[in-house]
Every structure is written in C-alpha cells, then in structure tokens.
C-alpha cells in the first residue's frame, strides 16, 4: 500500500464482505458493516443493478466469485476458531493486519472482558478510525496499535500496548501474508511466539504456490494477482504446506489445523445453491503455541 492512504485490497474485501452479507442467501459470515466501512467507489458498485446482478450470478460465483468464498470463509473460520479459545478461558484478541474488519462492530460489547488489540499500518487505521466514529464510541475494550509490518516486529509494537505477555492471546492474522515477502511472514510468526505466552493460538491464511494450481483455479489465481497489481499491492508470499509447518514448529508452535480450500467449501460452502465455494489457491493455518 501507499504512504498515506488506506489498503486497498482491505476496501475491496469489505465490499465483498458486504455483497455476499446483502444478497447471498444464508450468508457463511454475516457482515452488516462491510458496506459503510469500504470505500466510495466500491458503495457506488454495490448500488448498481448490473453490477450487484453479476457478482452474484452462477457463472460469477464458479470463476471470480472464488475470491468471495476466500474472503468470506477465512473470516467465518477464524471467528469459529476465537469462538473456542474464548470458551476456553483465552481474553486477548489480536486482530494482525486488521485492516477493515469489524468484529468491533459487531462483537466487542457482548465480550466485555475480552480485551481485543487491532495491530495494522497507521494509515489504514486511521481512514477505519474515522469511519468507526460515525456508530459511535469505539467500545473501551479495544486498543489500536500502530505497525509496518515491513520496519518493525509485532513483538516491539505489542509491548507498547496494553497486552498482557503472561497471558494466552488469539492472534488472527488474515489477507495480509500474501501481500508480504515469506520471510517477512516467518519473521512475524516468530516475533508472535517471542512476546506471546504458552496456549497463544494463531490462525492465518497463505497463498500455494499458483504453478501448482490448474484450470479455473490457476486462472482465478493469476486474476486476482494481477488485480492486486492494479491497486498497486501485488502478491509475494506463497508457501508450500509441509515448508510452512517445518518452519513453524521450529518456532514452538504445533499446527493445529492446516485446511485446504477443498476442505473449507466442505465445511462451510457444501451444496450452496449460489455455487460460491472456496478456492484452493490458498489455505487456513491455525497453530497453538507449547513454549
């Protein structure tokens, strides 16, 4: 992204957020606010008839509509994931690189005592700071925290926030690695396990190596590369499963769960009449650190 301005692509995942909230039926994740959250340009697509009409047409949702189920279902399947750690006692929630989500929105208040931390680029919180501001006050049990994922550690960004080190934290992490070099993303898997106490859990999602992909999917794949291209963040992190878990472990981290995209549309697209499914272009990790 660019000095000065918000993400881009977190825009353009609210509005997609917002198309499949506003006409899928039995929405896989139910996003009210994606749609005041997002952009000007992107309001004025989800208003118009030919446009609404083809994003959600069947021949839409099996090509690009991919995309949609990859949006959709990493949020549905993080929040499954929080959902469990919460029940099992964990109070810190650390949204990296939140960019436009709004689970401030949408469940701060019913978790008072959950203290709930969004880490991301200053510029991207700022635009999404004022935009909060119009439903009112930002709940006291949210804390933002500023970070170039590129210059500085989650750890260091972390320790001048009110998180606690001693305590398990959930750290979801989604639509940012692939926009970052691999090291960059091994730096900051290692910076979380570094400041994050035993029990911390971490679900990300990663790009696959496109080469590997065919069909419709490799086709959806170069699309949305060159997509992020023309809003000036391309792609650059892609992992091979059994690398990424090597990796990982080395770190002190058990993998918990890596689900495919084959997998996700199972679990969470099976038999959908709208044909939306996930692609298999990239994946959910979700790790729990031993220490």
Not at 162 to 173: I, K, R, T
Not at 208 to 222: N, P
């Amino acid at each position: 992204m660019k000095e000065g301005q918000s993400s881009r692509t977190a825009e353009a995942a609210a509005a997609l957020r917002a198309n499949h909230f506003q006409n899928a039926e039995n929405p896989v994740f139910s996003d009210p606010f994606a749609f005041e959250l997002t952009s000007t340009g992107w309001k004025k697509l989800l208003t118009t008839p030919l446009t609404v009409k083809v994003m959600n047409s069947s021949i839409f949702n099996r090509t690009l509509g991919l995309l949609t189920g990859q949006v959709v279902g990493r949020s549905r399947y993080a929040e499954d994931s929080l959902q469990q750690a919460i029940q099992q006692g964990i109070q810190q929630y650390v949204l990296v690189g939140a960019g436009l989500d709004s689970f401030t929105l949408r469940q701060a208040q019913q978790y008072p005592n959950l203290k709930i931390f969004e880490v991301d680029h200053p510029d991207t919180q700022s635009a999404k700071q004022k935009k909060l501001k119009d439903f009112g006050e930002v709940p006291k049990n949210v804390e933002f925290v500023a970070i170039d994922f590129e210059k500085e550690s989650i750890a260091d960004a972390l320790a001048r926030s009110g998180f606690q080190q001693d305590q398990a934290a959930f750290f979801s992490w989604l639509g940012t690695t692939h926009y970052l070099e691999p090291q960059t993303t091994l730096y900051t898997l290692q910076s979380i396990a570094n400041i994050a106490a035993a029990n911390s859990e971490v679900v990300l999602d990663y790009s696959i190596d496109y080469r590997e992909l065919e069909g419709v999917e490799r086709f959806g794949s170069l699309f949305v590369s060159q997509f992020t291209r023309f809003l000036k963040e391309p792609l650059k992190g892609q992992f091979r499963p059994k690398v990424l878990h090597q990796e990982v472990e080395k770190m002190g981290y058990v993998v918990a769960e890596d689900l495919s995209g084959d997998g996700l549309s199972e679990r969470y697209f099976h038999n959908r009449p709208d044909h939306i499914r996930h692609t298999i272009a990239t994946r959910m990790l979700h790790l729990r650190l031993m220490k």
